[in-house]
């Protein structure tokens, strides 16, 4: 059957996402991610007596808080409308074929002014990884596929909070910086993650023994450090909003200002020069 020519191109086999998560065995950066959470939620000045948690690893999360809903990630979230006022979307947006129906979902499963807290993987992660696969592909095979999942820059990231609705949207990135003896240590440590290529455009095939040793080599002469080790970027964008509610803030129409600009930092006011 021929898919209509407006149906969005398919970002993940989500078969595939299923099947390398099943094979995870050290999810550190979900585990990053909880501490992050615990901390942004200290500086909150709330009591979430309802949360709950989307996340691929709930096991990371067991007793995180008191009376929390564990819900899988997945197109459809098993989040109850208007019954929630914390979710946390925790790691799993960089794999979504419709990352503002996530958010929308989320947005939709807070009561009035429940907070959203959100964490997923921002433009500049494994970048020395997609360098290095790119080239050795184009000078062994004469041309590329897609190996690194993309991954959204904090721009856009935080354009997709107010589509969904948010209120007060905030992203902001946390880069982290993780170091290993080899790029194949990386690529073992990925698999451990279960973040290895679950892309749908994907090639199908094991990646060439000749291509690997190529990226390996692009890797080590292009990133390495000075005591020959080689960095991993992974860049976590934190995502925080606000379900409407009738009593938050609210910006001023335009043009209803009492005072102006320039009394405020104590200047004169002119006219620009034509």
């Known amino acids: 059957m021929k898919l209509p020519s407006d149906t ?81 979307h925790a790691l799993d947006l960089h794999w979504a074929d419709d990352p503002v129906g996530q958010l929308i979902q989320c947005n939709r499963a807070l009561r009035p002014d429940g907070f959203f807290l959100g964490f997923t993987l921002g433009g500049q992660t494994l970048h020395e990884l997609r360098v290095a696969l790119g080239q050795a592909e184009a000078d062994v095979m004469g041309g590329i596929s897609p190996r690194v999942a993309p991954m959204g820059e904090i721009r856009d990231l935080g354009g997709l909070l107010q589509r969904a609705g948010f209120a007060l949207p905030v992203a902001d990135s946390m880069p982290l910086t993780v170091s290993y003896e080899t790029p194949l240590h990386l690529m073992r440590d990925l698999r451990a993650m279960g973040e290895g290529n679950a892309l749908a455009a994907r090639r199908r095939s094991f990646l060439r023994r000749d291509v690997l040793m190529r990226a390996v080599e692009i890797y080590a002469s292009q990133f390495s450090d000075k005591d020959g080790r080689v960095p991993a970027t992974f860049e976590i964008i934190v995502l925080t909003g606000w379900a409407p509610g009738p009593d938050q803030p609210k910006p001023l129409r335009p043009g209803s200002a009492q005072a102006s600009l320039a009394d405020a930092l104590g200047t004169k006011e002119g006219k620009l020069k034509g």
């Open 8 to 88: 969005p191109p398919r970002l993940t086999d989500r078969a595939a996402l299923g099947r390398n998560r099943a094979r995870a065995t050290a999810p550190f950066l979900h585990e990053t991610v909880r501490d992050e959470a615990q901390h942004r939620l200290m500086m909150v000045n709330r009591a979430f007596t309802n949360p709950a948690i989307v996340s691929p690893f709930p096991q990371v999360w067991t007793g995180f808080l008191p009376d929390q809903t564990n819900a899988q990630d997945g197109e459809m979230l098993e989040l109850e409308r208007d019954s929630h006022d914390l979710v946390i």
